[in-house]
T-cell receptor, first 113, second 111 residues
Framework: DAGVIQSPRHEVTEMGQEVTLRCKPI?????LFWYRQTMMRGLELLIY????????DSGMPEDRFSAKMPNASFSTLKIQPSEPRDSAVYFC???????????FGPGTRLTVL | SQQGEEDPQALSIQEGENATMNCSYK?????LQWYRQNSGRGLVHLIL?????REKHSGRLRVTLDTSKKSSSLLITASRAADTASYFC???????????FGKGTMLLVSP
């Protein structure tokens, strides 16, 4: 099993540009979580999906952020337009219904100049 | 919001020593989990303790839970340089499906 896959691993962009982060969860997992990690705020849950349906997006900081899960094996987190304060490491994690453990991807380090 | 709060924020020890990290939380929980994060990597699940358990062991890891004090501790015995990482506690709150993570303890184990 390849684990949770995220791409790109690193992204450097300029303020105002659109950024799309991608995630492939572990096959068979029906929960998918997007987190953001910064030194100041730690690890924050942005949004999570269950069976491809967004359940709670209360952690999404503002309308510039959007997330989709068109099928069980793919999810995107989009920031449009990006701002320097969006610079962080973004993690995707997945888990199965009857399990408590979350499996994290390697993260995408986003730098907005 | 960050429910789990780890203590200390940073810990530096020598190989072979034991490392103890503490976590406090605020609301009722279903379970509490500990994760490790190596530099530049994602988090990895270490151990889970349920609200009706008081102690759990896994290899060199020992976790305790005191629900009356809303606190947990993670003990790593006979530490190794490879244990150098950040350690996070995460709570699964009663009635919810999501974890709330603390800000972590950075552990440095020197050879």
């Amino acid at each position: 099993d390849a684990g949770v896959i995220q791409s790109p691993r690193h992204e450097v962009t300029e303020m105002g540009q659109e950024v799309t982060l991608r995630c492939k969860p572990i096959s068979g997992h029906d929960y998918l979580f997007w987190y953001r990690q910064t030194m100041m705020r730690g690890l924050e849950l942005l949004i999570y999906f269950n069976n491809n349906v967004p359940i709670d997006d209360s952690g999404m900081p503002e309308d510039r952020f959007s997330a989709k899960m068109p099928n069980a094996s793919f999810s995107t987190l989009k920031i449009q337009p990006s701002e320097p304060r969006d610079s962080a490491v973004y993690f995707c994690a997945s888990k199965g219904t009857n399990y408590n453990e979350q499996f994290f991807g390697p993260g995408t380090r986003l730098t907005v100049l | 919001s960050q429910q789990g709060e780890e203590d200390p924020q940073a810990l530096s020890i020598q190989e072979g020593e034991n490392a103890t990290m503490n976590c406090s939380y605020k609301t009722s929980i279903n379970n509490l989990q500990w994760y490790r994060q190596n530099s530049g990597r994602g988090l990895v699940h270490l151990i889970l303790i349920r609200s009706n358990e008081r102690e759990k062991h896994s290899g060199r890891l020992r976790v305790t839970l005191d629900t009356s004090k809303k606190s947990s501790s993670l003990l790593i015995t006979a530490s190794r340089a490879a244990d150098t990482a950040s350690y996070f506690c995460a709570t699964l709150n009663s009635g919810y499906s999501t974890l709330t993570f603390g800000k972590g303890t950075m552990l440095l184990v020197s050879p």
